[in-house]
């Protein structure tokens, strides 16, 4: 079994560093990121890929197989270098030690709980004098500490990208309000929090339209986003958004990188061309983070 696994791996990554490849093993999210990075002008030079099996369980002669895989990508960009780092959660199945299917899961194909959720924009006058800058670079800072680990200060989930996206902006100085309604601002405590921190179609739609504290601005293209700005997704394009990421780096154009959770990824290009949620409908909202700079909000 963990051969086969083994075996399937290093076809992969065969298939991102060479035009040899075998056509019946041929990994379609793989060929999505190589035309995705030649219209890009860049190439893959060197992938490398670690997997690490997570659990087993046997039923009659059937193993069922939860694995992760942790790929690291060094793309060339023009002149330029950067690495990029993904990891995948997969399945397989095994009958008789014969390895049946072999696919990466998609945690976005179950709705998140209260995906429908939009917070309650309130007004309260005691928070008229919320005051603070955000530091765009102690966000990107955390991004990068946190991106494949979660921090034991905040509670974690399945779906955790929009939670992990506030943490960020958290660490950038951003100031929670609104406690206790779950509705209501944006906030995490007392192992509690408000829809708009851990739901990525609520915060899609709190941060351009809150009046105090965290609030964004939307911008018609990535390339007007800084670091430490936000990307929210919408797979299907159904209006529904089920996925956040942060703006980490630049490339070699001046297109955003990004991070996230639960398709756990650092760097990664900002379109999501070669994600497994990815589908021809996808609609994308880029929100900049309104900076105070010592202006009461």
């Not at 955003?256 to 959770?261: D, G, K, M, Q, W």
Request: aromatic share 12%.
């Amino acid at each position: 079994m963990r051969q086969q696994l083994y075996e399937l791996l290093q076809e992969r990554v065969q298939q991102c560093v060479t035009s040899k490849r075998n056509l019946n093993g041929i990994c379609e999210k793989i060929e999505r990121k190589r035309v995705s990075l030649n219209r890009r002008m860049a190439e893959m030079m060197k992938v490398n890929a670690k997997g690490m099996i997570n659990e087993i369980r046997t039923e009659d002669e059937v193993e069922n197989v939860q694995y992760q895989v942790h790929f690291r990508y060094l793309i060339k960009q023009k002149k330029r270098l950067y690495l990029e780092e993904e990891v995948e959660k997969r399945q397989a199945q095994f009958y008789k030690g014969a390895l049946i299917y072999d696919e990466e899961l998609n945690p976005f194909q179950s709705n998140e709980v209260n995906i429908d959720a939009v917070p309650v924009i309130e007004m309260d006058e005691r928070e008229d004098r919320i005051v603070y800058q955000y530091d765009r670079l102690r966000a990107v800072q955390y991004a990068e500490r946190w991106w494949n680990e979660f921090n034991p200060a905040y509670e974690k989930f399945d779906v955790d990208c929009t939670n992990y996206i506030s943490q960020c902006l958290h660490a950038g100085g951003a100031p929670m309000r609104g406690y206790p309604g779950r509705g209501n601002g944006w906030w995490m405590q007392n192992q509690n929090w408000s829809y708009s921190w851990t739901v990525a179609n609520s915060l899609r739609w709190y941060l351009p339209n809150s009046k105090i504290g965290l609030r964004a601005r939307e911008v018609s293209s990535p390339d007007e986003l800084l670091l430490g700005d936000v990307i929210c997704y919408d797979f299907e394009g159904d209006g529904r958004f089920n996925h956040t990421t942060i703006v980490t780096g630049r490339d070699a154009e001046g297109m955003p990188l990004v991070n996230a959770h639960t398709f756990n990824s650092r760097m990664r290009y900002w379109a999501y061309e070669d994600s497994t949620a990815y589908t021809p409908n996808i609609n994308y909202k880029f929100l900049t983070i309104i900076d105070d700079k010592g202006i009461k909000a």
